[in-house]
């Protein structure tokens, strides 16, 4: 799958992997966020009761359109703002 059902403890070491633990995401933090985006519509979400009761986030379509927007926007911000400065500095 592109996009694997995750729930939001997975999203927590996935995250904290990503940022190779500099950063210690919560799991008070990440809750309401994956609410908000599924009021929003960006992900939906289905109770799993195999075992330990767990919710499953899944991306919608929408979600992924403004992932895909949200990578756009980062890229061309990195290409205007951060790779200069890191030019200058490298001149240091």
Do not use: M, W
């Amino acid at each position: 799958k592109k996009h694997p059902n995750s729930t939001g403890y997975d999203l927590i070491q996935k995250g904290t992997k990503f940022v190779k633990n500099e950063i210690k995401i919560k799991s008070g933090s990440i809750y309401p966020i994956l609410r908000e985006f599924e009021e929003l519509g960006l992900v939906t979400s289905i109770q799993q009761e195999s075992g330990r009761k767990r919710r499953v986030y899944v991306l919608t379509k929408e979600g992924e359109k403004e992932l895909i927007a949200l990578g756009k926007i980062l890229k061309f911000r990195v290409n205007l703002l951060i790779n200069p400065l890191l030019e200058i500095i490298e001149k240091i």
